[in-house]
């Protein structure tokens, strides 16, 4: 179990390029999140996949972010003409499917992406 | 819709001492409760989540947590904290059927001194 990974741990880009972030989570994890955290704030929720299926998007996700799990394993999150409010930490986290209806498991967190836009 | 309050943006202690880390929620139906830590340019770690069953909740690194329904609290205690302790630590809620989706409090910042 390595754990979940993120690349790339940090990102400084120009306000209006794109920019891609990736996801890895662990491996027999099947449930993967991602979240965005803003300084002296806790993290909030984007989005999440089971498997390769997007099954829920925050407001917060507007039409320049898009988040993709092609195959089910990996996860990529692109902004698109990134703007100075879009700096923040970027977290990533999986997690096994709830085993039964009204259970939980827990969600594992990678170390984030650091993204500050100039 | 769900909310966490940490009223505590930060709490200052002396090594050795207790700490109490508050944390209140509110929501219109049951929910699982958590506390997390960060250390600084780490991820989140879960250190104990209530799910249901008993209310005091014991997690890693000798923290514990209660559950008080009536009060919709979850405090995090530690009876001695340690330098090694200082992070923010976040709590969490997540309702039952909504994708385990987890809404964070604004986190509290805990500060050991020797």
């Known amino acids: 179990d390595t754990g979940v990974s993120q690349d790339p741990r940090h990102k400084i880009t120009k306000r209006g390029q794109n920019v891609t972030f990736r996801c890895d989570p662990i491996s027999e994890h099947n449930r993967l999140y991602w979240y965005r955290q803003t300084l002296g704030q806790g993290p909030e929720f984007l989005t999440y996949f089971q498997n390769e299926a997007q099954l829920e998007k925050s407001r917060l996700l507007s039409d320049r972010f898009s988040a993709e799990r092609p195959k089910g394993s990996f996860s990529t999150l692109e902004i698109q003409r990134t703007e100075q409010g879009d700096s923040a930490m970027y977290l990533c986290?999986?997690?096994?499917?709830?085993?039964?209806?009204?259970?939980?498991?827990?969600?594992?967190f990678g170390p984030g992406t650091r993204l500050l836009v100039l | 819709a769900q909310s966490v309050t940490q009223l505590d943006s930060q709490v200052p202690v002396f090594e050795e001492a207790p700490v109490e880390l508050r944390c209140n929620y509110s929501s219109s139906v049951s929910v699982y409760l958590f506390w997390y830590v960060q250390y600084p340019n780490q991820g989140l770690q879960l250190l104990l989540k209530y799910l249901s069953g008993s209310t005091l909740v014991k997690g890693i690194n000798g923290f514990e947590a209660e559950f008080n329904k009536s009060q919709t609290s979850f405090h995090l205690r530690k009876p001695s904290v340690h330098i090694s302790d200082t992070a923010e630590y976040f709590c969490a809620v997540s309702e039952p059927g909504g994708g385990n989706k987890l809404t964070f409090g604004t986190g509290t910042q805990l500060k050991v001194e020797l």
């Open positions: 986290a999986s997690s096994d499917p709830p085993r039964a209806s009204g259970s939980l498991e827990t969600q594992y």
